[in-house]
């Protein structure tokens, strides 16, 4: 790709343009959510965990719809947010380049107006899908065209219920503890956001030293001239096996368990927005149904990421290759398929992500409570699958579920908007396509709850506003002057 200049001129123009779409349309709208103070603390409406893109959509709605008081924290520095300049390593994003993503209904906030204006529309035309640093730019842009209000470098290492229907979270900011209260928080957490990276156990039998997750950080200069194993056949696999062969390794072993790598994009091939917003109201076996058969079906890297690794011919496709042993011999690892054995030096797993309360410290408080899609659904005949039920059981409001109802009512305002709140509401919360509609769904389901609660101000308010709005001097009353025939239309 040619490196192009950006037209700073053309991004203030349509930064311009954007203050005025949001004058017109009255955003932010005014606040209305009633300030409390407990203990001489304020309390924050909603807590987001997370400021990368999932997070940022969510705060952009709550802001749009009058909830001011809210908080976007990240443990990352500022503009290192989410996967797209740490664990991500494909060139460019997977998605198609028009998808509005998290543009929530503003024409001038999509990537697109933000690509054109400092590159062209011309440009736009030749691009094909948006480069993975200059999404996490425009995220960036994003934010502070929004006026969002994240504090990044806070880490969350706790989260408590109390008795007085608040939420108190645990923080770390600049290596100083402290605690908020919160009527609301939001997990805006990513891919690994109810558990972490998924590695077969197989993995124990080698030194920590000699391999990796591919959401891990991974010194691929130290990979120069080395025999590179890579565990896998999904996107982030095929990215990684690029990056280390880029780094220059001198060979590259991907062993795959499938004798043949998926080729369709099932859930992508009929999406719609009948899906966006007809899947949370499917039948719990047709939910099942349709993402079982999506997961086992696989979605297919993307052709630029395969061609990316085959371009090398130290590249070795292994298909119908599961690992069934691994071993350490001296310095090396012994790999072992139903194929043969392979010497390597390193291995990386893109074996994605798993559902595990145990690895979230902060829920530890909630992970006996919270109700998974087993502890209601039984898997129908010869559909078992793990990672539809260790789904967290969601509300309509993305919040966690009591396993045992009344055991713990806290859950309520704890509200999941990560990628394992798939199997309830479908894919509108870990992706771009449909982000936009699951923040949409979040925050007015948030906004509709603070409302209710807090119904008896609301009221109070109502009966002691008295602000006229006509005077009493628009009008005459013909009935309060002094009575005369002729007024009454009777002949004197």
């Not at 290759?321 to 054995?341: A, H, N, W």
């Not at 595990?356 to 006996?368: K, T």
């Amino acid at each position: 790709m040619i490196a192009m200049t950006p037209d700073a001129a053309g991004l203030a123009a349509l930064e311009e343009r954007l203050r005025q779409d949001l004058a017109w349309l009255e955003w932010p709208a005014k606040s209305w959510v009633p300030r409390r103070v407990v203990d001489g603390q304020d309390v924050i409406d909603v807590v987001i965990i997370g400021a990368g893109m999932a997070g940022l959509t969510a705060s952009g709605l709550f802001k749009r719809m009058g909830v001011d008081n809210h908080l976007v924290l990240d443990r990352a520095a500022a503009g290192r947010e989410g996967p797209w300049v740490t664990y991500a390593r494909m060139r460019t994003l997977r998605s198609p380049k028009e998808l509005t993503g998290p543009a929530i209904g503003l024409p001038a906030l999509t990537f697109r107006a933000f690509y054109e204006a400092q590159f062209g529309r011309e440009a736009w035309q030749k691009l094909d899908r948006a480069p993975r640093t200059l999404w996490m730019d425009y995220l960036i842009w994003y934010r502070k065209v929004l006026n969002l209000p994240v504090r990044n470098e806070v880490s969350v290492t706790a989260i408590h219920g109390r008795s007085d229907d608040l939420l108190a979270l645990d923080i770390a900011e600049g290596g100083a503890p402290r605690r908020l209260l919160a009527r609301h928080v939001v997990l805006a957490t990513g891919r690994d956001g109810l558990g972490g990276p998924s590695v077969p156990d197989i993995a124990e039998k080698i030194d920590r030293r000699f391999w990796a997750h591919t959401a891990e950080p991974i010194e691929f200069a130290a990979l120069a001239g080395k025999r590179v194993a890579v565990v896998g056949a999904g996107a982030s696999a095929m990215d990684n096996a690029a990056t280390a062969l880029e780094a220059g390794a001198g060979r590259l072993d991907l062993f795959i368990r499938r004798a043949d790598i998926p080729r369709v994009n099932k859930f992508t091939g009929i999406g719609s927005q009948g899906v966006v917003h007809g899947f949370a109201g499917l039948p719990d076996e047709w939910k099942w149904h349709f993402l079982d058969h999506t997961l086992k079906a696989q979605t297919p890297p993307p052709r630029p990421s395969v061609l990316r690794v085959s371009a090398f011919p130290q590249a070795h496709f292994h298909l119908a290759s599961p690992i069934t042993d691994l071993g350490m011999d001296g310095e090396q690892i012994v790999v072992t398929t139903p194929k043969g054995r392979y010497a390597t030096d390193f291995i990386i797993f893109g074996t994605g992500f798993k559902v595990d309360l145990a690895l979230r410290p902060e829920l530890a408080a909630f992970a006996p409570h919270i109700r998974l899609w087993r502890d209601r659904f039984v898997a129908p005949h010869g559909m078992d699958n793990v990672e539809l039920e260790t789904s967290p059981d969601l509300g309509e409001a993305f919040e966690f579920l009591e396993k045992v109802p009344g055991t713990c009512p806290a859950l309520a305002r704890l509200h999941c908007f990560n990628y394992p709140a798939t199997m309830s509401h479908g894919k509108l919360s870990g992706d771009i396509p449909a982000i936009s509609e699951g923040a949409d769904r979040l925050a007015r389901g948030i906004v509709r709850r603070l409302f209710v609660e807090d119904r008896a101000r609301h009221f109070e308010n109502l009966k002691a506003f008295a602000t006229p709005e006509i005077l009493g001097d628009e009008w005459t009353d013909a009935d309060a002057e002094p009575a005369h025939a002729s007024h009454l239309g009777i002949p004197s």
